[in-house]
């Protein structure tokens, strides 16, 4: 008997080879797709595993999974992906609120296929199930629990045309391009966050467009037909990227995306008010590498109409650390800034509240008892290696409302009621560690912790404290 789990054992510990690509006209890793590390992606259509069309390169059987010939000429092949992991997290006084802790006990399982025919045209497909138990849990949204769901499916095609490179996907998929603070896979969920529609991308050596137009999708909880496309909420802009010269800066590895989009949604709701509501998001983001110093910068002005008010917001996300070290894997320090505008959401006048489309909504708090909307918060951080398979990050945040008369906003942006009718500017402070500990090249296991100290604003309105650990382990191959 102990054959078979050796064996299992010994594919989580194999080692993926990198996949050998010819460089992308644009550099993949700003392409908006987020980053392929060790070959993998969290958008498993991003990753290119050509290099097991040689046998020699194969080491086990999920490596021959990567690369499934289906013609003579191993032009026409179908790359098999998965994905298990198993979660749990542990919240004192939920909700801020204080009472019975929660347990949550959480599955997640994803199965993928893609074919690739030929250069120019592929189709892709993903399933997920997610299953969640527990304790104090309430009533699951679909992104928790659900018995069966088409988490992607797409059909796409490319090709150059002189210098350049242009794309044009449709389908259900995940989209990501642009800050992760804005837009993301939300993979904190079990069920990833994804849309309906069309993106189309232009790409030069040094310069980028992409074009998209989506719906989001309603999420329900049992099996195939649920999950639909939601009429209600449409997603749509331009997305652009342009290459730093790295002789600005004297050999910086800088990027310049402006963005322009627009998000309309029927069933728009703040202070309690129910009502038609589109908003434009105009910014800009800078990131990338300046010798020892990283920065992620966004700066987004956000208007348009809720019912019959005008809105009018702002957000700004200022990231920097710095590496105390010639070695890539020394120590960084750093600090991050942010900025969600906030006001307006208990009256008539002009609506300031800022609002994400879809951002990270654990980037704040690993319980989700924040969000950058009526929000100063600023974080010191640390991060560094232990080992070579062990990484760990340390941070402290200070957290302030923008507006007095406006009230806290959760991750999922209803406000904490009562918060918008006591005095006060300070409203949490949140001590943050995480460890990732790299298994094998498949397999890792995740602790998060958190506590989060109500300051003047959450305790006036009665709020309490509250202590936070997750922990998972995933396998993907």
Known sequence: MARPFLGLVALACA????????????????????????????????????????????????????????????????TLS????????????????????????IVRLVAGADLHIGEHLRFYGEVAHGQIDGKNIG??????????VRQQYFAEAKGRIANVDLGVRYGRQEFTDGPNLLISQRDNNTIRFVLNGTRVWARTP????????FETTDLG???????????????????????????WLGGSKLFFDPFFWRRRNRVGTWGGVVAP????????????????????????????????????????????????????AAPRIGVHVDYGSGGGGYDKGTLRNAYAPYGNNIYFSYGLFLT????????????????DKLRASLEYQFTWRDDEKDAVYRANYTPYVGTEKVAGKAVAQLLRAQL??????????????????????????????????????????
Do not use: C
């Open 139 to 148: 009533t699951p949204s679909g992104t928790f629990k659900n018995s069966f």
């Open 221 to 247: 909880n049992g099996g195939l037909g649920d999950d639909v496309p939601d009429k209600n909420r449409r997603f749509s802009g331009v997305s652009a990227g342009f290459v730093v010269p790295n002789h």
């Open 206 to 213: 040094t310069m980028r467009a992409t074009l998209f137009d």
């Open 436 to 477: 990732i500990y790299s298994i094998a090249p498949r397999l890792t296991l995740t602790t998060r912790a958190e506590y989060l100290r109500a300051d003047t604003v959450l305790r006036r309105a009665g709020y309490a404290n509250s202590a936070f650990l997750g922990s998972w382990i995933s396998f993907r191959f």
């Open 372 to 387: 950058a909307t009526n929000m100063i918060a600023v974080a010191p951080n640390i991060s560094f290696n232990p080992t």
């Open 82 to 105: 998965g994905e298990a992991r198993l979660r749990m997290n542990l919240t004192s006084n939920p909700q801020l609120i204080e009472g019975p802790e929660q347990r949550q006990d």
């Open 277 to 328: 509501a589109v908003r434009y998001y105009a910014g800009a983001r800078l990131w990338g590498d300046v010798g020892r110093l990283n920065l992620d910068w966004t700066l987004v002005h956000q208007y348009g109409e809720f019912e019959d008010r005008p809105i009018r917001a702002w957000q700004a996300f200022f990231a920097q650390n710095w590496r105390l070290g010639e070695d890539k």
């Open 15 to 78: 080692t993926p080879a990198l996949a050998e690509t010819p460089p992308a006209i644009y550099p993949a890793a700003a392409q908006g797709d987020g980053a392929t590390v060790n070959g993998y992606n969290l958008s498993r259509w991003a990753e290119d595993w050509r290099v097991y069309r040689d046998p020699a390169r194969r080491d086990d059987l999920l490596d021959r999974l990567k690369y499934l010939p289906l013609d003579d000429d191993g032009d026409i092949y179908l």
